[in-house]
């Protein structure tokens, strides 16, 4: 089965209502549109741009996100249920049903309704000075298309969570980031390219970029969106199916085959998940 994925390079810019940011939301989605996609994938912390109408200190200003839960999951959940596509809004700061503020992927189905991922590996920003909490569960997403998985920014950079939703159906991982210089934005690229070849399965991967100069920690980020496959027969030589210009704001669009992940698992040039030694390593999760 084929199907398309789209990855927003979101222009971070100071908005001053929260009707600028749904503008600019709806122009990417309606633009992807265009092309039909059955995935649309956002940035790591796009709903941030929120923070340019706060203009508080960092602690203060990250829990105001929250405010804006209600705003964010109303207009993703309407546009995908408009167009009739899977998108996944990025992430955004919400106070979770412990009272803790968590850094959360949602993923909107086309029926208006959405599930989410709470990130797992929470950065030194997170960690302080917005004393973010970490997410204590690693979800897969059944689709009409496959099962799908998220992994914020900084979880791409850990195998053992790739690993652990391979093991568990997925055949596309999603990675919206959010990262300020190029040094991270060529980390999360190459662990996103790795993750794919190494799993036999699709990474999308999309950032922000442009600057918010109010907002503290954000003030600058640079993106560079990517559709990653194997490196295999049938695929992609370098494994791109698709990538954006670096730093340019705009849409990218791939076609990818769902069918040749089956092919490449059980007859690819080389057989990485049949070739795993358990008698060696595994990887184990708590249940």
Known sequence: MKVKVAAVQYAFKNIETPSQFVEQVTQYVELAALHQPQFLLFPELSSAQLLSIAKKEPYEAI???????ELYVDLFSGLSKKHGMHIIGGSHVTKNEQGEYVNRAYLFYPDGTHAFQDKIHLTPCEKHPWQLSAGKELKVFETEYTKVAILTCYDIEF??????VMQQGATIIFCPSSTEQKQGMYRVRRCAQARAIENQLYVV????????????????????????????????????????????????????????????????????IQDRRHDLYTVEFKS
């Open 63 to 69: 829990r105001e996100l929250d405010s804006y839960t």
């Open 159 to 164: 195998p053992e969570l790739s690993r652990q």
């Open 205 to 272: 991967e999309t950032g922000t970029l442009g600057e918010m100069s109010n907002v503290v920690n954000m003030e600058n980020s640079t993106a560079w969106a990517g559709v990653f496959s194997p490196c295999d027969t049938h695929f992609p030589i370098g494994g791109v199916v698709a990538e954006g210009i670096e730093h340019q704001d705009m849409i990218i669009v791939g076609e990818i085959d769902l069918k040749l992940i089956e092919d490449v698992r059980v007859s690819g040039s080389v057989p990485l």
